[in-house]
C-alpha cells in the first residue's frame, strides 16, 4: 500500500516511518524542510519525499493522487500564539487535498478530550479531529495523553524535573490524573489501527493501565532511578509563575510550557480501552516505560528527541534560509590552526556540545545559558540527542546543526539563543588544519553594541576551543 506521513520530521513521524516499511508499505513522506529529513539508508528504497507546507494550499498539490492511506501528526502548538487557527487551517487545507486522491483511510494522533472544560492546547486538537473527520474517506482519530519514551517531551519535563530538584514546591495542578502511554505502544496503535475496518469512522483514547496524577508519577520516576525525593503541593501559583517555573526548571520552551500548564488542570483519562481488544494490544505500565526510556538512552538508542523539532525553540524556519552563511555587514571570528590527526578533531568537532561541553570555558558557555533562559531563550538544557552522531535539524544545546557532513570535515550550526541579531558557528577541517569561524549578523545598532560587549570573551572562547579541537590526542 502506498502511504501518506505527514510530521514524517516529528518525534512520532521519525519511529512509525520504520514500522511501516517493515510492514511491506511504501511511504511517501510529507516535510516542510526536506535539508532536515535524514531516514537511515535502509529505508530510501521503500520511501519517497514530498516538500509540503500545510499552510500552503498549492504545496499539496504535490501529493500523490494514488494513495490508500495516510497518517496526520502535524502540531503548531509551540510554533505560534495564534496556533489554534494555524491548526485548523492546516487540517482544512489537507483534507480538501486529500479529496483529490484515492485515499481510503486517514489516522489522526490526538489528545485525550473527555473534560467538558478543555484547555486551549486540547480543544485545538479536538477541532482538527473534527475538521479531519469531514472528509470523503474513512477517519480514525487516537487520543493519547502523555507520551513516554526516549527523547519524548513528557519524558524530558519529568526527568529534568526529578533529576535537578531535591525537593519541589509545585502547582496544585500536579494532583491532576492522567493516564500516561509508552511510546511503543503509541507506534503499535497507530500502524495496527491503519485499514483495521473495525476502526473506520471512529475516535479512541489510548492508554497504558496506570492512571497517576502528575505528583505520582515524578515520584515514581525518583523511584525508578533510586532518587529520594520531597514534593510539597501548593495553591497559590499562578498559571503564568507555573509557566516560568516549568520553563526554567526545564528544556521547554516559554511557549510550550504555558500550553502545557492550562493542559494539566485537565484530566486526561481514558473512557475506555475497547481498542485493545480490537487490535490484540496490552499496552505496558508506566514504570516499565521508564526503564525501556531508559534502556535506549544508556545504549544511545534514541530514534528521535522532540528537543530536535523546531517546538523547542519555539521558531519556525526553512534550513535552506541560513545555511549560506552571509558576509556583507557581518562581524566575523576566523581561527585557523593546523591538526595533527584529522581523524580525532573531526571525533571532537562531531562530539561536541551536551555532556561533552564546548571544550574551554564551559562555565562562561553556562553563564550564556542562563542569560539566555533569563530573556526568553532555550538555554544549554536541550543538550544533543546522540553523544557523537549529528544529522541536519538536530539540536546542540542553544544551536540548530544546517549542515553536517563529516566525510567533508564541515559542521555549520544557527544560534538559537535570544540575540540582537543572527549567529553561524563554522567548523570545517582542510587537509591540515582547521577553519573555525563564528559569525554574526547585526540587527541594528543594539547589535554591533553587543558584538562589541562580548568580544573579550569571544577571544579568549573560541581560542580556547579551537587550540582544544586540534591539540595532538599523544599531547600532554
Not at 496524577?213 to 503541593?233: D, G, H, P, Q, W
Not at 499496552?283 to 538508542?301: D, V
Not at 538544557?381 to 557532513?405: E, Q
Amino acid at each position: 500500500m502506498k502511504i501518506l506521513l505527514t510530521g514524517a520530521t516529528g518525534y512520532i513521524g521519525k519511529r512509525l516511518l520504520p514500522v511501516l516499511v517493515e510492514a511491506g508499505h511504501e511511504v511517501i513522506c510529507c516535510v516542510r524542510d526536506p535539508k532536515r529529513f535524514n531516514p537511515p539508508e535502509s529505508l530510501k528504497g521503500n520511501i519517497s519525499v514530498i516538500k509540503t507546507d500545510l499552510l500552503d494550499q498549492t504545496s499539496l498539490q504535490s501529493i500523490p493522487v494514488d494513495i490508500d492511506g495516510a497518517y496526520y501528526l502535524v502540531h503548531s502548538m509551540s510554533s505560534s500564539g495564534d496556533y489554534t487557527s494555524l491548526e485548523e487551517t492546516s487540517a482544512t487545507n489537507f483534507r480538501k487535498a486529500l479529496s483529490n486522491t484515492s485515499v481510503k483511510h486517514v489516522v489522526y494522533l490526538s489528545g485525550i478530550v473527555n473534560e467538558s472544560k478543555l484547555s486551549k492546547h486540547l480543544n485545538s486538537r479536538k477541532n482538527v479531529e473534527l475538521e479531519l473527520s469531514k472528509g470523503d474517506y474513512n477517519f480514525t482519530a487516537l487520543r493519547a495523553g502523555i507520551i513516554i519514551g526516549s527523547g519524548s517531551a513528557s519524558f524530558e519535563i519529568i526527568r529534568d524535573l526529578v533529576e535537578k530538584l531535591p525537593v519541589m514546591i509545585t502547582p496544585k495542578w500536579l494532583n491532576t490524573k492522567c493516564q500516561p502511554i509508552g511510546i511503543s505502544d503509541v507506534i503499535a496503535f497507530l500502524s495496527k489501527s491503519l485499514f483495521n475496518q473495525n476502526t473506520f469512522n471512529q475516535d479512541f483514547d489510548i492508554g497504558g493501565p496506570d492512571v497517576l496524577s502528575y505528583k505520582e508519577m515524578l515520584l515514581t520516576f525518583a523511584a525508578v532511578r533510586n532518587l529520594k525525593r520531597k514534593i510539597f503541593v501548593v495553591p497559590v501559583m499562578t498559571p503564568k509563575l507555573s509557566s516560568y517555573w516549568l520553563y526554567f526548571v526545564t528544556s521547554t520552551s516559554y511557549k510550550l510550557a504555558t500550553s502545557l500548564v492550562h493542559s494539566m488542570k485537565v484530566e486526561v483519562v481514558c473512557r475506555d480501552h475497547r481498542l485493545d481488544a480490537i487490535l490484540g494490544i496490552k499496552p505496558i505500565g508506566y514504570k516499565e516505560s521508564l526503564k525501556r526510556a531508559f534502556s535506549k538512552i544508556e545504549n544511545n538508542e534514541i530514534l528521535s528527541s522532540w528537543k530536535d523539532s523546531y517546538s523547542s525553540s519555539g521558531l519556525s524556519f526553512n534550513i535552506s534560509d541560513f545555511i549560506l552563511v552571509p558576509t556583507f555587514g557581518c562581524f566575523k571570528d576566523i581561527r585557523t590552526n593546523p591538526i595533527k590527526n584529522r581523524e580525532v578533531c573531526i571525533q571532537k568537532i562531531w562530539s561536541i556540545g551536551g555532556d561533552t561541553g564546548w571544550y574551554f570555558g564551559n562555565w562562561l558557555w553556562h553563564i550564556r545559558g542562563f542569560i539566555d533562559k533569563l530573556v526568553g531563550g532555550v538555554g544549554l538544557r536541550r543538550g544533543r540527542t546522540h553523544p557523537s552522531i549529528i544529522n541536519v535539524g538536530d539540536t546542540i544545546d542553544f544551536w540548530r546543526v544546517l549542515y553536517a557532513n563529516r566525510k567533508e570535515g564541515r559542521l555549520l550550526l544557527f544560534a538559537e539563543m535570544k540575540l540582537p541579531g543572527e549567529a553561524w558557528l563554522e567548523f570545517k577541517v582542510v587537509q591540515d588544519k582547521l577553519i573555525q569561524t563564528a559569525t554574526f549578523r547585526p540587527l541594528g545598532l543594539l547589535g554591533r553594541m553587543y558584538w562589541y560587549a562580548v568580544l573579550p570573551f569571544h577571544g579568549l572562547i573560541f581560542k580556547g576551543m579551537i587550540r582544544q579541537l586540534t591539540k595532538d590526542p599523544f599531547q600532554a
